[in-house]
């Protein structure tokens, strides 16, 4: 016979933790803990380090604020994080358009990665950055946001459309847009369809 362990002893998906912090407001921390250094990625990428920390603190407060609506039937809270982050962009949409179109036309320090990469990334690819920069900003900005969610959020299709609040049909249509638009405005062709 095996015994069941105490309800602390388990580890809670992000529904449980959040069920749980409806009581007990310190039990929101795990989900923050779990989430906090991605969705700080995701929107540092988007944005710059600045403006991350104050979107990432904004996102994970409007979270806390409206976790009672979670609907718990989503053991993962990452797709209605990574969404409330992006709504958090949109607003400040301007912002990123300016940060790419100066990255495209002075190949300003690109977004964060890791100290080697960066190296690298300076040394062989600051043209690149550029004109990667030049193709997001002429992506309309719902196929921008599908498309860096897949790409800088690592995110499945499912879980963009659930983060958008979108039919997965229009994630797929948007992503193979988006692509479609970049590959034309940095000269490489045409691919097989990746998003099938």
Do not use: C
Request: charged content about 30%; glycine content about 6%; cysteine-free.
């Amino acid at each position: 016979m095996t015994r069941t362990p105490p309800e602390e002893m388990v580890e809670a998906d992000d529904a449980e933790l959040i069920r749980r912090s409806l009581d007990d407001p310190e039990q929101f921390a795990g989900v923050f803990d779990r989430y906090v250094e991605q969705i700080h990625r995701y929107v540092a990428r988007r944005l710059g380090v600045q403006v991350a920390d104050d979107i990432v603190a904004e996102t994970f407060l409007t979270a806390f604020r409206s976790r009672a609506s979670y609907d718990h039937a989503q053991p993962l809270a990452r797709p209605w994080l990574y969404g409330i982050a992006t709504n958090l962009i949109a607003r400040q949409r301007r912002d990123e358009e300016r940060f790419l179109r100066a990255l495209a036309r002075s190949g300003a320090e690109p977004p964060p990665e890791s100290m080697a990469d960066a190296v690298i990334g300076r040394v062989a690819a600051q043209a690149e950055d550029r004109r990667l920069a030049g193709a997001l900003t002429g992506l309309a900005s719902a196929d921008r946001d599908v498309l860096l969610l897949v790409a800088l959020g690592e995110m499945a299709y499912d879980e963009v459309a659930q983060a958008l609040d979108i039919p997965i049909g229009t994630v797929r249509s948007r992503l193979h847009r988006a692509r479609k638009q970049a590959r034309a405005a940095l000269g490489t062709g045409s691919h097989p369809r990746e998003d099938a």
